[in-house]
Antibody
């Protein structure tokens, strides 16, 4: 069964940090670029960050650059997002998503999401 | 950064209706566009990639077309399970922008 499972969400105070994780199984994880996408309550989807299959390249949305760090451990088929200097408008469900190998568009597998709530 | 707009923002339709949703990019993106369906409390589901290619397992009533700046998602005969929100996403630049979404609900 192909699946990705996020973990690490929770309630965190403004200005603090948190690390969310995404563990994949049954997928060509080490061959795939991986993304984080978030969705604030009742809002649309916002792309957050991408990391290349080998971790050598990363790109970020302007809204998180300098505060968020994407990384991966291919030996454990796990993707990470370190979120720091958190603000209330970072409150969202955070999804990991896979970009399939040898395809230019579309995220074919998504995790179930983990909720990060930034509140004092 | 490339911006995407969708129209309409919402629509009401009946089972069996033909539904068309439009996505427009602020600059040309060739065919670098995907479409997703999202239901409440669930992750998005990929429907169309490369603007017009149907993802495996997706019913053939879904189709995509367009290139450059103007794209369309069509549902040829709306089914009860199709009431959801639909998003487009561009892959032309390293911003991977999503459109704001189109909600399809029951008339």
């Amino acid at each position: 069964q192909l699946q990705m499972v996020e973990s690490g969400g929770g309630v965190v105070q403004p200005g603090r940090s948190l690390r969310v994780s995404c563990t994949a199984s049954g997928l060509a994880f080490s061959s795939s670029a991986m993304h984080w996408v978030r969705q604030a309550p009742g809002k649309g989807l916002e792309w957050v960050a991408v990391i290349s299959f080998d971790g050598s390249d990363t790109y970020y949305a302007d809204s998180v650059r300098g505060r968020f760090t994407i990384s991966r451990d291919n030996s454990k088929s796990t993707l990470f997002l370190e979120v720091s200097s958190l603000r209330p408008d970072d409150t969202a469900v955070y999804y990991c998503a896979r970009a399939p190998p040898r395809r230019l568009t579309g995220f074919d597998y998504w995790g179930q999401g983990t909720l990060v709530t930034v509140s004092s | 950064a490339i911006q995407l707009t969708q129209s309409p923002s919402s629509l009401s339709a009946s089972v069996g209706d033909r539904v068309t949703i439009t996505c427009r990019a602020s600059q040309g993106i060739r065919s670098a566009l995907a479409w997703y369906q999202q239901k409440p409390g669930k992750a998005p589901k990929l429907l169309i990639y490369d603007a017009s290619s149907l993802e495996a397992g997706v019913p053939s009533r879904f189709s995509g077309s367009g290139s450059g700046t103007d794209f369309t998602l069509t549902i040829s005969s709306l089914q009860p399970e199709d009431f959801a929100t639909y998003f487009c996403q561009q892959f032309s630049s390293y911003s991977f922008t999503f459109g704001p979404g189109t909600r399809v609900d029951v008339k």
